[in-house]
């Protein structure tokens, strides 16, 4: 249990500095430290921009589509399938022929793709501890909920996807997945909220595949050079589009349905390429896609389901002109006639009301306590004066390290606030003794990849990195999240530890707090007291401060974690026709009173 560290910690307080003097440099072979990378220029070779052909529609002309109403699934249009029976599992509008299937590399194969062989990813699912959501409180609102399943069998997902699913060794549907996935098979609109870690992608995953290989033939333009997917899948950064893609690539494995990812600092002709070779599924960052559209290279013309993961990152200040762009203005058809799902672990909401631009008579379910931390994270906060941090950082390293929870086992992601912070402290950590290496938006796309794969692995068991790595990144073995600089925003602290404790492990997230952090001391008291854990008295002190807790965190004052969907708040229902209900099976069901929002847009993101 990650609880002890915490306690070797209090034993190693005097450690002196030059304990770490003492200890060995370990050998890395290609190490260059920050101050001298070369920046590679980027291989991007822009072609000149023209514009995409006219659409098939705009947002709120239907035109095209015969009954593109607003309404529910019923009135979804077919999309040109050839055939009305709509059974079957044809796959014939796959992005893979069927020869292309043969050549399709096997993404459960080990490295020679001899063999079928569980990665270690995989072989972690066999043990999820699924005991950890058993009283999760669940809710959902809007017309007609779906019920929820208990296992994969109730549904039909079709019988590739289900071997997928048992190769990926997911033995039951983890809660998000039980409801959200009957909701979206239905043909719903989708706002889910669900803790980190608890299986949103394969819950959105899912139904998208699934309906892709339902749809007996769609029938797409024929454009020499321009993409037409099927399902369009916006994630905020690079690394968690490829980690989406590669999900994606396992699910669909063998089903013919095709996916391809595209995101800013690859070459783009690559992703070219790959898009010629079809597509049915597009993952990607919001950048390059519009790029993408603008060279008319892809088109949005029969997007058939949208989902947004991060979906409040996605709409907060920083991102929301761009999906609204690509969501409203480059030929995607309407909510209504699409379907669009949006997902993630918190849900302001003010960016739930934004969000209803983009659905059409939605369910919201929460799977937990909306915007909270789940419990399985022992979340620790100390206070560290700034000149002390580092010191603070390597006594909770050596204690680490005395316990034996160190390497390839128990990974460490140290959290910082600035892109130079996060170099500096890499290369002092690493003169220090401690293999580490960073992750932020300064470094090239190759070196993000290459330090993310050398934390993964466990080469480098320390990564320090800013928000690029704070959302989704479903990394094995983290055991520990450090704070060293703690963000100005609670739902930000909430992604980050939610790199640790996932599928249903514990994990242990420490935070350093001290006058800089005041406007957290009253939304970070209040989150760990919810989740259960011990609050200092000093912070406690701090939080009771009324000047203090209010900043950028959007959620300060009020009932926060009572909070539901925002249209169950008197205000917004006297503007608009909520029809509230629902089958809330959840233990509470009060509304929200978030605080103001204001989002701490921070250059860390793609
Ligand atoms: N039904 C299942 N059975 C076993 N393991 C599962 C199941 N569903 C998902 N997982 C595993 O759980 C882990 C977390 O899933 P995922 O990354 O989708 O979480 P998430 O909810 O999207 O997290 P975040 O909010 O951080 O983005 C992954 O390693 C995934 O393979």
């Given at each position: 249990m990650t609880t002890s560290w915490a306690d070797s910690v209090a034993a190693s307080e005097n450690a002196t500095a030059s304990d770490s003097a003492n200890i060995p440099r370990p050998t890395r072979p290609a190490y260059v430290p920050p101050h001298l990378r070369n920046k590679q220029p980027s291989s991007d070779t822009h072609a000149p921009s023209h514009t995409a052909p006219s659409p098939g529609y705009d947002q709120g002309n239907t035109g095209g589509f015969a009954g593109g109403s607003r309404a529910g699934s019923d009135s979804r249009p077919d999309f040109g399938r050839s055939g009305s029976s709509g059974g079957g599992w044809n796959n014939k509008g796959g992005g893979w022929g069927v020869r292309g299937r043969d050549r399709e590399v096997n993404p459960?194969?080990?490295?020679d793709g001899a063999r079928e062989e569980l990665n270690e990813q995989e072989q972690e699912n066999t043990g999820i501890n699924f005991d950890a959501y058993e009283d999760i409180p669940v809710e959902t609102s809007g017309q007609n909920v779906p019920p929820p399943v208990n296992t994969f069998a109730e549904i039909d997902l079709g019988e590739e996807l289900n071997l997928n699913i048992q190769r990926c060794k997911?033995?039951?549907p983890t809660p998000v997945q039980r409801h959200a996935i009957p909701i979206s098979l239905s043909g719903r609109d989708l706002m889910a909220c669900a803790q980190t870690g608890s299986g949103k992608t394969a819950a959105f995953c899912f139904p998208i595949i699934s309906?892709?290989?339902?749809?007996?033939?769609?029938?797409?333009?024929?454009?020499?050079?321009?993409?037409?997917?099927?399902?369009?899948?916006?994630?905020p950064t690079r690394e968690l589009s490829c980690q989406i893609h590669d999900e994606a690539r396992k699910f669909s494995y063998q089903t013919g349905v095709k996916v391809v990812v595209a995101y800013g600092g690859a070459p783009i002709n690559q992703q070219l390429r790959e898009l010629e070779r079809g597509v049915d599924i597009l993952v990607a960052t919001p950048g390059r896609l519009v790029d993408l559209l603008e060279r008319a290279r892809v088109s949005l013309q029969v997007?058939?389901?949208?989902?947004?993961?991060?979906?409040?990152?996605?709409?907060?200040?920083?991102?929301?002109?761009?999906?609204?762009?690509?969501?409203?203005?480059?030929?995607?058809?309407?909510?209504?006639?699409?379907?669009?799902?949006?997902?993630?672990?918190?849900?302001?909401?003010?960016?739930?009301?934004?969000?209803?631009?983009?659905?059409?008579?939605?369910?919201?379910?929460?799977?937990?306590?909306?915007?909270?931390?789940?419990?399985?994270?022992?979340?620790?906060?100390?206070?560290?004066?700034?000149?002390?941090?580092?010191?603070?950082?390597?006594?909770l390293l050596h204690a680490q390290r005395e316990n034996g929870a160190h390497g390839k086992q128990a990974l460490t992601l140290v959290f910082v606030e600035t892109k130079r912070g996060a170099d500096s402290l890499e290369n002092w950590l690493y003169m220090n003794g401690f293999p580490a290496t960073s992750i932020h938006g300064d470094r090239s796309q190759?070196?993000?990849?290459?330090?993310?794969?050398?934390?993964?692995?466990?080469?480098?068991?320390?990564?320090?990195?800013?928000?690029?790595?704070?959302?989704?990144?479903?990394?094995?073995?983290?055991?520990?999240?450090?704070?060293?600089?703690?963000?100005?925003?609670?739902?930000?602290?909430?992604?980050?530890?939610?790199?640790?404790?996932?599928?249903?492990?514990s994990g242990l997230a420490t935070a350093f707090f001290n006058e800089n952090n005041l406007?957290?001391?009253?939304?970070?008291?209040?989150?760990?007291?919810?989740?259960?854990?011990?609050?200092?008295?000093?912070?406690?002190?701090?939080?009771?401060?009324?000047?203090?807790?209010?900043?950028?965190?959007?959620?300060?004052?009020?009932?926060?974690?009572?909070?539901?969907?925002?249209?169950?708040?008197?205000?917004?229902?006297?503007?608009?026709?909520?029809?509230?209900?629902?089958?809330?099976?959840?233990?509470?069901?009060?509304?929200?009173?978030?605080?103001g929002y204001g989002p701490g847009v921070t250059s860390a993101w793609d």
């Open positions: 459960f194969a080990d490295k997911y033995v039951k309906g892709i290989m339902r749809g007996e033939y769609v029938q797409r333009p024929r454009a020499p050079r321009t993409s037409y997917p099927l399902a369009l899948i916006l994630s997007i058939r389901y949208l989902a947004l993961d991060e979906a409040d990152r996605m709409l907060d200040m920083g991102f929301e002109p761009q999906i609204r762009k690509i969501v409203e203005q480059m030929g995607m058809p309407p909510p209504g006639v699409r379907q669009t799902m949006l997902f993630s672990a918190t849900f302001p909401k003010e960016i739930q009301r934004l969000a209803c631009d983009f659905l059409s008579n939605y369910i919201f379910l929460a799977v937990g306590r909306v915007g909270s931390s789940t419990d399985l994270i022992v979340q620790r906060v100390e206070y560290v004066h700034e000149s002390d941090k580092r010191s603070h950082l390597m006594d190759q070196e993000r990849e290459l330090a993310l794969r050398s934390f993964k692995s466990g080469r480098t068991p320390i990564l320090v990195a800013t928000d690029v790595a704070a959302r989704g990144l479903d990394i094995p073995h983290v055991a520990h999240v450090v704070n060293f600089d703690l963000p100005n925003d609670i739902d930000d602290y909430v992604h980050r530890i939610g790199r640790t404790g996932r599928a249903g492990k406007s957290m001391a009253k939304p970070l008291a209040e989150l760990m007291q919810e989740a259960n854990q011990e609050v200092p008295a000093w912070l406690t002190r701090y939080a009771s401060r009324a000047s203090y807790g209010g900043g950028k965190n959007r959620r300060s004052g009020g009932n926060r974690f009572g909070g539901r969907d925002f249209r169950r708040e008197s205000s917004f229902n006297r503007g608009m026709d909520y029809y509230g209900g629902g089958n809330s099976s959840g233990a509470y069901g009060i509304s929200a009173g978030y605080g």
